[in-house]
Structure formats: structure tokens, C-alpha cells
């Protein structure tokens, strides 16, 4: 049996279409869900009153794998 999915008197092709539309949303829902930005962590390196006094101290402090967690560093 051929499907005729141009026929508006037919129901089966509203449910067809609703389907679709169905199935558009949920791929639009879940795409917007998994979308997300990148953290900025700025500190401050001074001899006296900042987060840090030196490059290497700065370094050491704040080792971590920047590609997992999604956060750039900026000193």
C-alpha cells in the first residue's frame, strides 16, 4: 500500500507531521542543553597586594587541567 503524505484528509499523514515536529523540538531541546561557555579565572600577580607575588607562584597555585574543566586562566 502506497503512503500519500500530501493528503491532508488522511490522518496518518498529520501523524507523520506531528512526529516530525516532535522529533525537530526534542533535537532542539537536548542541543541547547548541552551547550555551555568557559569559565574566566583572572588573578592578579603584584609584589604586594595581589593574588599572587610571581609567575611561578601563580603557576603553582593554580594547577589544574584546564581542558576538563573548561576555564581559562589569566593572570
Keep these: 500500500m502506497e503512503r500519500n503524505y500530501f493528503n491532508f484528509s488522511n490522518n496518518n499523514c498529520l501523524s507523520y507531521l506531528a512526529a516530525r515536529v516532535k522529533f525537530i523540538l526534542l533535537i532542539l531541546f537536548f542541543a541547547v542543553d548541552f551547550s555551555y561557555a568557559v569559565t574566566f579565572s583572572t588573578k592578579t ?10 609567575l611561578t607562584a601563580w603557576e603553582a597555585g593554580e594547577q589544574a587541567d584546564l581542558v ?8
Design 68 to 75: 576538563a574543566l573548561d576555564r581559562v586562566a589569566v593572570a
Design 45 to 54: 600577580i603584584k609584589s604586594s597586594g595581589g593574588d599572587y607575588t610571581s
